[in-house]
């Protein structure tokens, strides 16, 4: 899918194309599968540079940020940069930024922690009298790479630069050197376009009405193949339920896979979703998100009642302990179904562990030999390296991974609609 129809930003061809491949592919597995309609934005980039025109010349690498505005009259902008490192220093020097670029040369201290920087750092910048903005890109790790993503509105055009480049421009300006930059965009946004989710389902044979949910999103950003970010984690979900189904088991509750739409930039799958069942909010047991990478199955990741997570915990030891793949910890979930989550539905996510980072790098088939394991640590994954880039292509996933993380969602969402009533609140 990745290789045939590549990025797939919302309101794309290259979207609906893959949608409708994956359908059919769906079904030629015996599976059943629908469409739910989804109102989406549609946002495009256009043609984009930036050059450094001072102290040297030199190409810079940059990536529009989703939502951007192009430069002023479809002409190049040309301005100097000021750098600073945090708000903190934005704010202390808010009397030099009229008629500047500002450059964020932030530290990364986490992904959602950092990435403050990418969504309002345009803003804030504007506010000051900045004609642009660049950001760092949102990564622990740089090889060049240039790390696009959702922006907050601004009326300044904003980009994403390469780790290098945004120290670098913080030497030239530490020696006391003027930096000066062009740069051209046409980022625009078109009227919205129609998608859709799909629903692959498995009807319950004792309380149909009753749910077990849980998905990955479809599309990707428009630089990137999206095989990490989200393709994996919407197949691996199809794939749970092809098992399931294979295997001619018949689950107490509906289980429910969602192959959301635009959770890159703007989410309106899952509001959308969210709004088509909000009459099953009290029928959910569980809407479990795959988007924080594939690597060895850990568990899962609860946000719910002691009394369902001391069950869930029972459960994932009995069950899931013996390949690693049991454990219950934390309590974040994803975007897709957050609305679902703030109406009181029990939630979670997949949690995965990469074992070629750091305490986990000499389990070769982590997950399913020499249990337990520490807890995940996405600071120790390679997600983040490739994160909304263009290096995020098929070859770096492991099908072996893909598999247990198919097979552990499938047990995990099983179980769960055979429990005797749904997860307490």
């Not at 990536?63 to 934005?90: C, H, M, Q, R, Y």
């Not at 201290?109 to 950001?135: D, W």
């Not at 640590?377 to 390679?382: I, P, Q, Y």
């Amino acid at each position: 899918m990745t290789d045939t129809f590549g990025p797939r930003l919302s309101g794309s061809t290259a979207l609906e194309l893959a949608l409708n491949w994956t359908k059919e592919e769906i079904l030629s597995d015996g599976l059943s599968v629908q469409e739910e309609p989804v109102k989406v934005p549609c946002w495009v980039r256009g043609k984009e540079y930036a050059t450094l025109r001072s102290p040297r010349v030199k190409n810079v690498r940059i990536a529009g940020l989703g939502g951007s505005i192009g430069t002023p009259n479809g002409e190049p902008l040309i301005a100097k940069v000021l750098v600073v490192s945090s708000f903190d220093e934005l704010e202390a020097r808010k009397n030099e930024i009229e008629g500047h670029v500002v450059v964020y040369n932030e530290e990364y201290e986490g992904y959602s922690t950092t990435i403050s920087y990418r969504l309002t750092g345009a803003q804030r910048a504007e506010k000051y009298g900045a004609v642009a903005a660049l950001v760092r890109s949102v990564s622990p790790f740089g090889l060049k790479t240039v790390h696009t993503g959702s922006s907050n509105t601004a009326s300044i055009p904003t980009a994403a630069i390469t780790k290098e480049d945004a120290q670098m421009f913080s030497r030239m300006q530490a020696r006391g050197q003027d930096i000066e930059i062009e740069l051209y965009m046409e980022a625009h946004t078109l009227p919205d376009q129609m998608s859709r989710n799909l629903i692959i389902e498995i009807k319950g044979a004792k309380e149909p009405d009753e749910v077990i949910v849980f998905g990955g999103h479809m599309d990707s950003w428009d630089i990137a193949d999206g095989a990490m970010d989200d393709g994996a984690g919407a197949y691996v979900c199809w794939e749970a339920m092809r098992l399931i189904n294979s295997l001619g088991l018949k689950p107490r509750r509906t289980i429910r896979a969602v192959l959301f739409v635009n959770e890159e930039n703007g989410a309106m799958g899952g509001q959308q979703y969210y709004q088509n069942h909000v009459n099953e909010v009290n029928l959910t047991s569980i809407a479990i998100e795959t988007d924080e990478g594939n690597f060895s199955p850990y568990g899962i990741s609860f946000s719910g009642s002691d009394e369902a997570r001391t069950l869930l915990t029972n459960m994932g030891q009995e069950l899931l302990a013996h390949i690693g793949a049991g454990n219950v910890t934390g309590d974040d979930y994803g975007t897709d179904i957050s609305y679902m989550c703030e109406q009181g539905v029990p939630c979670g996510s997949l949690k995965t562990l990469d074992p070629r980072i750091g305490d986990y790098a000499n389990n070769p088939c982590l997950g399913f030999s020499n249990p337990p394991y520490p807890e995940p640590d996405m600071g120790k994954s390679a997600y983040f390296w490739y994160h909304h880039t263009e290096a995020d292509t098929i070859d770096k996933l492991s099908p072996e991974q893909l598999q247990h993380c198919a097979a552990a969602l499938a047990v995990w969402t099983f179980s769960i609609a055979n429990l005797h009533s749904l997860l307490p609140r």
